[in-house]
């Protein structure tokens, strides 16, 4: 072969990787966002039912639609203390135990706006941009990449507050979501050519979205599900979800008392889901240490009983034990896992005399600052390498995952490889 062949042949593959890179821009994969625990709008409607325990929770809020709904979750007016109240009874779940399951407070109907747009991910507060920005900064790129919005880019917003039982326990809401969200995958393959999707999921969506793939057929999976990319999903649950149980957690929101929204969290059945799974977290380790106690992973049932939520542990062991046992692969469907990492994360909360009303002292780790590092890279130590990918991002929270520009710029690089149906090394060989 002389130069000019040489030469030739360079522009070929030249030419081939850039029309290859041009299809993969214009001919997408049908892509569905799934997003994490607090990580879209949900509205409410205020029935007869209702009984408010307040004036303040009698007339607020006072913007409604003329049918009565207005957003539950995110409002800033919450950071008011009389209205804290409000919405945490609002939030409040109850169990049945003759059902077996969850139902909303007395008098409180929910709703989730834009099911299958990406509209209720953008912003927590559409009011409030510049502060409560989820998954914005990651749609906007995913648009400049060449998806739409009802066209080849979907949303599947959630209640958060239910989750998944084990099997032969039921869950209800938790389980209505995924047969929604098997249809918008149908139908978003259907309206892409028969196209397989693409699932990005980011924290509790995580669950959710390996659940949906092991709770459906190989079959199924192969027609329908292209990837599952997972963002900063908390395969074995975290720390952080104890002294979320044990205290109280504001989440980062300032002027809130955590004890004021401790009931309320309690009563969230994907609260109890993200608990440190024994599986994943072992039983050799302390999580929570007091002067009178230690608890692991293994211990998480007394734990509960000893933080005075004694009604929890039925429902734990029955419901949500067998579902965290073992985090089998679903054969079928690649798997990415992206998180980040070096980032202080609670690995033991330590507790003094005056109990679990009070803050704790608290003991970091390695982990995204909210998940354990063990329990994001579980599927890797679990499965190996053969399996999922795992992509770490130093520095990265797990709240930036999906704003951060070195981050979303690291999550649009692997769709797009994932898009891609040609590798540079494969056209070489190829044409060498």
């Known amino acids: 072969m002389n130069y000019l062949d040489i030469t030739v042949v360079a522009v070929m593959v030249s030419m081939a990787v850039m029309l290859c890179t041009c299809q993969a821009t214009t001919n997408l994969h049908p892509l569905i966002l799934i997003p994490g625990n607090g990580g879209n709008q949900l509205e409410a409607r205020l029935t007869a039912k209702y009984k408010p325990t307040s004036l303040w929770c009698k007339w607020y809020p006072v913007k409604k639609d003329g049918d009565g709904w207005f957003r539950l979750w995110f409002d800033s007016s919450v950071l008011l203390s009389p209205l804290t109240k409000c919405f945490s009874e609002r939030m409040m779940l109850y169990y049945d135990s003759d059902l077996d399951d969850y139902y909303n407070a007395p008098g409180v109907e929910t709703r989730v706006p834009n099911f299958g747009s990406t509209q209720s991910l953008l912003y927590l507060d559409p009011n409030l941009k510049h502060i409560s920005a989820y998954m914005a900064p990651l749609v906007e790129s995913l648009e400049q990449l060449g998806y739409e919005d009802g066209k080849n880019m979907f949303g599947a917003p959630y209640d958060f507050r239910y989750g998944l039982a084990a099997k032969g326990h039921p869950s209800q809401v938790g389980s209505k979501f995924l047969d929604e969200l098997k249809n918008l995958i149908e139908t978003a393959s259907d309206s892409n050519g028969g196209e397989p999707v693409i699932l990005v999921s980011h924290s509790l969506g995580g669950l959710f979205a390996l659940q949906l793939l092991h709770r459906n ?3 199924w999976r192969t027609k329908y599900i292209k990837h599952l990319v997972a963002l900063s999903a908390p395969w ?3 720390v952080d979800e104890m002294l979320t149980l ?5 989440l980062g929101v300032p002027l809130v008392d955590p004890l004021q929204v401790r009931e309320e969290q309690r009563s969230s059945e994907s609260n109890m889901w993200l608990l440190p799974s024994p599986a994943v977290f072992g039983g050799t380790k302390p999580l929570v ?8 992973a293994d211990d998480i049932s007394r734990f509960l009983a000893d ?3 004694s009604g929890g542990v039925s ?4 419901r949500v034990l067998p579902l965290v046992e073992r985090l089998a ?6 798997v990415t896992c992206i998180f980040g990492s070096g980032v202080e994360t609670a690995e033991t909360l330590v507790y003094g005399e005056g109990g679990f009303d009070e803050q704790p002292e608290i003991v970091y780790g390695d982990g995204d600052g909210t998940v354990n590092m063990v329990s994001l890279t579980a599927l890797e130590w679990q499965w190996g390498n053969d399996t999922v990918e795992v992509i770490k991002i130093p520095g990265v929270s797990h709240m930036s995952m999906v704003k951060d520009k070195g981050a979303v710029d690291r999550i649009l690089e692997e769709i797009s490889s994932i898009n891609s149906n040609i590798t540079t090394s494969s056209t070489l060989v190829s044409t060498s």
């Open 329 to 334: 692969a679903p054969p079928g469907v690649p």
């Open 236 to 238: 074995g649950g975290a």
């Open 246 to 250: 044990a205290s109280g957690n504001t």
């Open 217 to 219: 057929p190989i079959s």
């Open 289 to 296: 240490v007091t002067p009178h106690a230690e608890y692991t």
């Open 307 to 309: 933080i005075g939520f």
């Open 315 to 318: 429902r734990y062991e029955s």
